[in-house]
């Protein structure tokens, strides 16, 4: 039966429906539709949902497919959010607003008694799929897809490390949704990385400072995978004590690099909660005495790495973020540094 051409023109709007609905994964195409010159004939037979994803699109991943910029954790940021999920105080575990979170979805709006990660049916998020908001994908996590359709995490490995490493959830086999920076599977693996570095999507140095290839970078997530970056754990606990968080990727690698070539704080320890707190003090406080137009690392300035114009953001010490974060753990609400000791010291790492 010969088909109209109405008809075939029905026919090529359902498969490109289908093509986004599978490029997209539970997330919404974003504009510009299939990236790199894929068809739709190509994007159904590829296997991948990940070779055509677009600019902007909100991309399903399985958490175990997804591959490394950088080749260390601050492994205590990461023990902060299993502490925090495994002897969490709160209420709700905190696990479900972080999830929310990194999906696009703000926070937890309700969980069912036994709920995991994995079963999509024992939790809701506060915005629906679908519904989100320019400040809900704001706070998503980021991935860059490479050649041969891989992707690659450019914000967001402590994030779904700690998803991964999480007790009772599904691993590697975990799925969360990433904000795509850009589709660069059309290239060469050569000029992909090269791309990568000229827009500061990669970090390529070690804990000591020491530059690494790309061929070092961990293969996959899991904790086990990457360095333990003690000077990146400090720069997570000093957010908005010391510096603000902005969009520019690695910015705590580059106060790391200041941190360390600088010796500044050396020597806390990291089992003890009074040593790491005293350390946190001492670190921000010699963060902001930098001023503004000190460059830190790499070019970069203070101010381009979001110092503030005062310490603990012009509070005492009893309030404010640093008072939060001096909480123990034997407190209701404890601080992110107690449950990071926590953690460590009763998992014996």
């Known amino acids: 039966m010969r088909t109209s051409s109405s008809g075939r023109l029905g026919m090529i709007a359902a498969v490109a429906g289908a093509v986004m609905a599978l490029t997209s994964g539970v997330g919404a195409a974003a504009p510009g539709g299939l990236a790199g010159g894929c068809s739709p004939i190509q994007t159904l037979s590829s296997g991948s949902s990940y070779a055509c994803a677009a600019t902007g699109e909100l991309l399903d991943v399985r958490i175990g497919d997804v591959l490394a910029t950088q080749p260390s954790l601050g492994y205590d940021e990461v023990y902060y959010k299993l502490g925090r999920y495994t002897l969490g105080k709160d209420e709700v575990n905190k696990k479900f607003d972080d999830w929310c979170e990194a999906n696009g979805q703000v926070s937890a709006a309700s969980v069912k008694p036994g709920a995991t990660l994995s079963d ?21 996590k980021t991935v860059v897809i490479g050649p041969g359709g ?38 060469a693996e050569g000029e992909f990385w090269d791309t990568m570095k000229a827009k500061g999507w990669v970090w390529l140095k070690d804990v000591s400072g020491n530059p690494v290839s790309v061929d070092q970078l961990p293969k996959a997530l899991g904790l086990s995978n990457f360095a333990d970056d003690n000077y990146r754990s400090m720069m ?39 040593s790491y707190i005293a350390a946190v003090r001492t670190v921000s406080q010699a963060q902001v005495a930098v001023g503004p137009d000190t460059v830190v690392s790499n070019g970069k300035t203070a101010k381009e790495l979001g110092v503030l114009a005062a310490w603990n953001d012009g509070k005492a010490a009893d309030s404010g973020e640093f008072a939060k974060l001096a909480l123990p753990y034997s ?11 926590e953690y460590r010291v009763r998992n014996g790492r």
């Open 120 to 140: 999509r049916s024992s939790f809701s998020c506060k915005v629906a799929v679908g519904q989100e908001t320019a400040a809900s994908i704001a706070a998503m």
């Open 150 to 187: 891989k992707p690659y995490l450019t914000d967001g490995h402590h994030t779904l490390t700690s998803f991964m490493e999480t007790p009772g959830e599904a691993g590697a086999d975990l799925h969360v949704r990433l904000k795509v920076l850009g589709n660069l599977s059309n290239l």
């Open 236 to 274: 997570y606990f000093t957010r908005d004590i010391g510096y603000k968080v902005g969009d520019l990727p690695f910015q705590e690698f580059y106060w790391g690099d200041w941190m360390r070539d600088n010796n500044v704080g050396a020597g806390w320890n990291r089992n003890d909660f009074a």
């Open 331 to 341: 407190d209701a609400k404890p601080g992110k540094v107690a449950y990071a000791v």
